[in-house]
């Protein structure tokens, strides 16, 4: 499977999509409703993501009737995109990430029961805890060799 660029959004629907087919007003709904609006809640981010998906051939769309004389598109996730999603879920997490991208950890720890399991949740955790104690014994080991003075409560000597 070739490399794909798709951005933290864009997983962001794959992921909710992958668990629920849904039009594009409910996932704008869900991004204005829930912890989701970090990524966006407007429509001329998540419209444009729904479209790069469908170029990718991640996701397609079913327009269905619904009550009344309405029309509406449902967005639903291919084998591929299930696919796709699958893997980045399963990388493994390095030091970048847990430096700089927790948010995206929380992204990935949100959508990975549903398409991995319940075992690989459990391993994504440890592989988390381990990559936080590294990171925060470095900088433990950065505030002794800049001999700040700690105290739990107050921080760096002077802060």
Do not use: C
Request: net charge positive; glycine share 8%.
């Amino acid at each position: 499977m070739e490399a794909l660029d798709i951005s933290a959004l864009g997983y962001a629907l794959l992921g909710l999509i992958d668990l629920k087919p849904s039009s594009g007003f409910d996932l704008r709904k869900i991004f204005a409703e829930t912890a989701m609006g970090n990524y966006s809640r407007s429509p001329g981010a998540i419209y444009p993501a729904l479209e790069r998906l469908q170029s990718q051939k991640l996701i397609r769309d079913v327009v269905e009737n619904s009550a009344g004389l309405r029309r509406r598109r449902f967005y639903h996730s291919t084998p591929v995109g299930t696919a796709q999603l699958s893997k980045w879920l399963s990388k493994p997490i390095e030091q970048s990430d847990v430096k700089r991208g927790a948010q995206e950890l929380m992204l990935r720890f949100s959508f990975m029961e549903h398409t991995l399991g319940a075992e690989r949740v459990v391993n994504f955790l440890e592989e988390f805890r381990a990559g936080l104690k590294t990171y925060l014994s470095g900088l433990e080991s950065y505030a002794r060799t800049n001999k700040w003075e700690t105290n739990a409560a107050v921080g760096p000597a002077g802060a």
